[in-house]
């Protein structure tokens, strides 16, 4: 990863964080202060999506190329994809409770996000498996990208086909966010930089953890 | 147009395997009176429609992902290698995709005939209903076709490919389960909409195999 790119991370985060806790949001009735929760959970799950993009890139290059290098970037972006859903879904449910005087609903969006946590815990447990290096790259590569296409089908198209009632913003007669009227163009300035920020760290984290693995990796062929 | 009518005759020819051996087609149908007896015997008739279809599909989908199961687990290393030099990877998956798509739609009205008898019908729309159960049987074996073998080739057992499947069967649940419920309160122009998308799911499927499977197959 480029040092540019992590510089970016560290700069965006910095404005980010900070003006997450302390800089001014529109009040809206029921959210009050927990619409600061935008920049934690609706970024998570805009990053998770592109990195997941990344990995299923990586496991069609793979594919072609069959070099094992793009089969390890693949899966240390899926984990960390894994991770930021996980977070998405912790996040979502403290907001579900202040908001919706509940932890869980019967919600298209958070089926959808159950079910690609658990489509990608069974690509982890696909992977563990399998033994073979060669085999498990193969089949893990075939698998995330069928799981992919599905997850898309799941989260993008059947909830806009169906007319299921849903409690998130803009969808089922709820106004979105960008509908507020008095929605501070602050608030934009910290959203959108989030997004950017928290994709820039994951991909950060999937290097790391890559080189990691790598380094365990060859320093144990060595003994 | 060759290339379609070798697919059909290994359509035929899985089925006379089947017939040969019995205990598949068997097991299957004895797995959806089991659990929809013991369905039955935990619930008892149920009115209410939404726990109807409910109840319909959890029933359908886990027959389906037991029998779908099967679809690589019979051959030998000896019929593998048979295989590999008789077909191209593109027509075997199509073949079994289409065999299991057949066998479970067929297995699917059926079970859902026992369910009519044991549970009785509560609302209106029948046909309607028949041609969604085959659709969406259809469209789940096809899907548990290809993780059977993903989960022959990894190595594993049924186990596996229930657990790579059943989440990304979700789509196709949510699509027939919605369309049963429309069908039975007498919605069947949103139903036939839910048809419609079962069958584009299917082709989904169905071409992501396709494209898919000759890498999971060349070794």
Redesign the interface.
């Known amino acids: 990863m480029k040092n540019y790119l992590k510089i970016a991370a560290i700069l965006t985060m910095i404005w980010v964080i900070p003006m997450a806790f302390l800089g001014e949001v529109s009040v809206q009735p029921v959210l009050h202060e927990t619409i600061r929760n935008l920049y934690w959970h609706v970024t998570m799950w805009f990053s998770m999506f592109v990195l997941l993009l990344a990995a299923v890139v990586h496991g069609i290059v793979y594919?072609r190329t069959n070099n094992s290098l793009n089969d390890e970037k693949s899966l240390a972006l899926t984990q960390v994809a894994l991770v930021y859903g996980l977070i998405g879904i912790a996040t979502g449910m403290i907001w579900a409770r202040f908001t919706w005087d509940t932890f869980w609903t019967k919600d298209p969006q958070l089926?959808g996000a159950a079910?690609t946590i658990?489509?990608y815990l069974?690509y982890m447990?696909?992977r563990s498996?399998?033994s073979d290096a060669r085999?498990r790259a193969?089949?893990s590569?075939?698998?995330g990208?069928?799981?992919f296409?599905?997850m898309v089908?799941?989260i993008v198209i059947?909830p806009r086909?169906?007319d299921v009632d849903s409690l998130h913003p803009g969808k089922g007669g709820n106004p979105g966010f960008g509908n507020y009227k008095d929605l501070k163009n602050d608030m934009r300035l910290v959203f959108y930089p989030a997004i950017l920020g928290w994709t820039l760290m994951g991909f950060w984290m999937a290097n790391l953890s890559f080189r990691i693995q790598r380094l365990t990796r060859n320093t144990n062929a060595t003994h | 147009m060759n290339n379609l009518r070798l697919i059909w005759t290994w359509i035929q020819h899985e089925w006379r395997m089947e017939l040969r051996q019995k205990a598949g087609i068997q097991g299957a149908l004895l797995y959806v009176v089991v659990t929809l007896v013991v369905a039955y015997q935990a619930i008892g008739a149920v009115q209410d429609i939404e726990t109807w279809v409910g109840l319909l599909w959890i029933i359908l989908l886990f027959s389906v992902v037991n029998s779908s199961s099967r679809a690589f687990s019979a051959e030998g290393t000896g019929k593998k290698i048979l295989l590999y030099f008789w077909l191209k990877p593109g027509q075997l998956i199509l073949a079994r995709m289409g065999y299991q798509m057949m066998f479970n739609g067929l297995t699917g009205i059926m079970g859902f005939s026992m369910f009519g008898i044991l549970m009785g019908i509560p609302g209106n729309g029948v046909g309607m209903l028949v041609l969604l159960v085959a659709a969406g049987s259809a469209a789940a074996a096809a899907l548990g076709t290809f993780m059977a073998a993903i989960a022959s080739v990894a190595g594993n057992g049924a186990g596996l490919s229930a657990v790579l499947g059943l989440p990304l069967m979700v789509p196709t649940l949510m699509a027939a389960s919605k369309g049963s419920i429309f069908c039975l309160q007498g919605g069947i122009s949103q139903a036939q909409m839910y048809l419609a998308m079962l069958l584009l799911l299917t082709t989904l499927v169905v071409s992501l195999g396709y494209i898919l499977f000759p890498y999971l197959w060349r070794d």
Request: charged letters at 10%; aromatic letters at 8%.
């Open positions: 594919l089926n079910i658990l489509a069974a447990v696909l498996s399998i085999k193969e089949i590569a075939v698998y990208i069928f799981a296409v599905l089908v799941l059947l086909m169906q």
